[in-house]
Nanobody
Framework: QLQLVESGGGLVQPGGSLRLSCTVS????????IGWFRQAPGKNREGVSC??????????YYADSVRGRFTISRDNAKQTVYLEMNSLNSEDTAMYYC???????????????????????WGQGTQVTVSS
């Protein structure tokens, strides 16, 4: 069974950087898309960035609020997807989750940020707090 484990969160000062990791276990395939989502207290969950499965081209997407500051990447050998976050500000404070979409063989499907479908596996989250 596919499992996801996030790491790399913590407390950082405004303007600082963090790198989050999402490690996939229990499943080895080029057909997995990964999305990063975040949820701040009292706010709805927000899609931050995603990377399509290698079988669907591996395209990356970003929310407008993080484009130019965050970078998503994948290390297939380590079964890990990274979210490099720079120029952090207080509005980036949230619990960050990664989620996986296993794309059926032969299907072309780009990753999405607008909602939680079709992601069907979620990690437990890692807290990011931006504060001086």
């Amino acid at each position: 069974q596919l499992q996801l484990v996030e790491s790399g969160g913590g407390l950082v000062q405004p303007g600082g950087s963090l790198r989050l990791s999402c490690t996939v276990s229990g499943f080895t395939s080029n057909n997995v898309a990964i999305g990063w989502f975040r949820q701040a207290p009292g706010k709805n969950r927000e899609g931050v960035s995603c990377i399509s499965s290698a079988s669907s081209g591996g395209d990356t997407y970003y929310a407008d609020s993080v484009r130019g500051r965050f970078t998503i990447s994948r290390d297939n050998a380590k079964q890990t997807v990274y979210l490099e976050m720079n120029s952090l500000n207080s509005e980036d404070t949230a619990m960050y989750y990664c989620a996986a979409d296993v794309v059926p063989a032969g299907v072309f499907r780009l990753c999405v940020l607008q909602n939680s479908y079709p992601y069907d596996s979620w990690g437990q989250g890692t807290q990011v707090t931006v504060s001086s």
